[in-house]
């Protein structure tokens, strides 16, 4: 088997006296593989390693944006082909896109085979930093890395940080709703202009306007970030610089706005938060809300759900030590039925509580506790008091089939795991003629 490699040892940084590598950093790199081939990645992990350096690894671009909301890293090393069968480098071309436009400082090195010239050549004109061949020789794999970052070194250290706390600011989803918010916020955030963000409380309105700044000329200096329901905020206003996220202008009486409009300086940049623009004030809302821009809730973004699901479990788990959990796929039914109370976040809370006390590294439905219709809590007494209406929706009857399904029509396993006594299931499944 070809696994994309050439064995060279010794490998390593060339480190000058003084200890600093070559590119200037001094410490090991974090690179991050974007490869479905698990040959190619335990190889490079091998080379990396032997170098002193750490290398996660994603096998596909989805997991690839999980990382990447959650760290910096050096440099990406990106497959140009996910499918059986693919060797346009399409799939390569579209993540590489995806990446550039989140974090255009991103350092990106495309991995293509010796027939693929012409998809490493538009790789660098859509904003890669470099290119190799498959298969590499490791020492001239390490170079060509090391000579990228010191091209340009990343906006800011390559290290683990806090997710939704200060880390990069990366919105994530595949739906036409995200796709359509990212375009937004590329084509308002290098301006000047005043934004309000707008949507339900725990979508993710506050991700939105850290992206929002990511994109500004000022990136490499914080927000400022302040509640404005508290005076002691409202009274740091008039010394500000910069950029400035508001929250809650909205909350503020018509003198307290009045009062916010005139202190604000003319100069600075605000980002605010508001559930609802049109109780701003009119002085108040032409400083505020140049542009408005929604951010969508849950519901509105299909399988993002299942997506961002995925990117929680896989968070959870590092952060509490625990294996890698997967959904089942009736769990993912559920997950993509909601609604979710307090959206995002809401669902955020629900992974990471499935992750902790997952004996078994799966979540099934039965874990996520999803709706008074499935949960143990309150699906069992309504089923077994025989005089209910179980007038379920359709997500629900797709999470029963799913569940199915998922347990080869096992009514016992599948009622275990949407949380059921069998005869509660078997009634269901009469219902919907299942």
């Known amino acids: 088997m070809n696994t994309g490699y050439s064995e060279e040892t010794p490998i390593g940084v060339r480190p000058g006296a003084d200890g600093v590598s070559a590119n200037g950093h001094s410490g090991a790199l974090s690179i991050l593989l974007v490869d479905d081939n698990p040959a190619v990645a335990r190889a490079m992990e091998i ?96 170079d060509k890395v090391q000579a990228a970052i010191a091209r340009g070194a990343p906006a800011a250290p390559a290290a683990p940080l806090a997710a939704g706390i200060d880390g990069p600011a990366h919105l994530l989803g595949d739906s036409a709703a995200m796709v359509r918010l990212r375009d937004l916020i590329r084509r308002v955030g290098p301006t000047v202009a005043s934004v309000t963000v707008t949507g339900p409380p725990g979508s993710g309105r506050t991700l939105a306007a850290l992206a929002l700044h990511a994109q500004s000329p000022a990136a490499a200096t914080p927000p400022a970030r302040l509640d404005l329901r508290d005076a002691d905020s409202r009274a740091a206003i008039a010394g500000l610089s910069g950029t400035a996220i508001l929250r809650h202008p909205d909350a503020l009486d018509p003198v307290q706005q009045g009062l916010l409009a005139d202190r604000l300086p003319p100069d600075l940049r605000c980002i605010a938060i508001a559930d609802d623009p049109a109780r701003l004030a009119p002085a108040l809302r032409r400083r505020l809300a140049t542009v408005e821009i929604a951010v969508p809730p849950l519901a509105a973004r299909g ?111 599948a009622a275990t795991a949407l949380g059921l006594s069998r005869g509660a299931l078997y009634r269901r499944m009469a219902r919907y003629g299942l």
């Open 47 to 142: 080379a990396f390693r032997i170098g002193g350096h750490a290398l996660d690894v994603a096998p596909a671009p989805e997991e690839a944006y999980s990382r990447l909301a959650t760290r910096r890293y050096d440099a990406i090393l990106l497959d140009m082909n996910f499918s059986p069968g693919r060797s346009d480098g399409e799939e390569g071309l579209a993540c590489l896109a995806r990446i550039v436009a989140d974090d255009p400082a991103a350092c990106v090195l495309v991995l293509t085979a010796h027939s693929g010239i012409r998809i490493a050549v538009a790789a660098m004109q859509a904003g890669a930093r470099d290119f190799a061949m498959k298969p590499w020789r490791n020492a001239e794999l390490l």
């Open 303 to 413: 399988d993002d759900a299942v997506l961002l699901a995925r990117h929680f479990a896989r968070l959870a788990a590092a952060r509490f030590g625990r294996d890698a959990a997967r959904l089942t796929e009736a769990a993912e039914a559920a997950i993509r039925a909601g609604p979710w109370p307090d959206e995002v976040r809401g669902l955020a809370l629900v992974i990471e509580r499935a992750v902790l006390l997952a004996d078994d590294g799966t979540i099934d439905a039965a874990a996520l506790a999803l709706s008074p219709a499935l949960s143990p809590q309150a699906a069992m007494p309504v089923a077994e008091a025989g005089g209910g209406d179980f007038d379920l929706s359709d997500a629900e009857r797709a999470m029963i089939e799913a569940a199915l399904r998922q347990h080869r029509h096992n009514v016992t396993h």
